[in-house]
């Protein structure tokens, strides 16, 4: 709980650094049909600036926060690979492959657009803990500073 800033802070982090790997992709061309803010907004029944704010504050709160509050039991030598264990686990169980994939008509994990949704999904969540993980190491232990 004394580390919750910090949790907050590397999710505001990762989700930024997540979030450019999201347009990359897009401007890449790469599986256009996964454009997961545009899934989120539609199910919410707003557009793109509604999933993009949902898109950060579920990273920031949820996940950031949530890391912090977790960080003691999650499985894992070190932040990093906690991080890589929480972001495997955010996959596995996370909102947007149970719910909101299969409400946007993609199937339960995105297997409607083949098995390559799943995959690269997968691969963005663990680097998602990754970059989680050794930024709220650096922050909670003071190695890192927010001015």
């Known amino acids: 709980m004394k580390h919750l800033f910090s949790g907050f802070a590397a999710g505001l982090v990762v989700t930024v650094f997540l979030s450019a790997l999201m347009v990359a992709k897009s401007i890449m061309g790469v ?37 912090a509050l977790l960080y003691d039991v999650i499985l894992g030598h070190g932040a990093t690979a906690k991080g890589v264990a929480f972001g495997i686990a955010a996959w596995a169980g996370m909102m947007i492959m149970v719910m909101v994939m299969p409400m946007a008509g993609a199937g339960f994990f995105g297997l409607a657009m083949g098995m390559m949704a799943p995959m690269m999904t997968l691969v963005l969540h663990i680097m998602f803990g990754a970059v989680l993980g050794a930024t709220f190491q650096a922050l909670a232990s003071g190695r890192l500073a927010l001015a």
Do not use: E
Not at 42 to 57: D, E, I, P, S
């Open 31 to 67: 599986m256009p049909a996964l454009d997961v803010i545009a899934m989120m907004g539609a199910v919410m029944g707003t557009g793109a600036l509604v999933g993009w704010l949902a898109h950060f504050m579920i990273g920031t709160l949820a996940w950031g926060g949530g890391f």
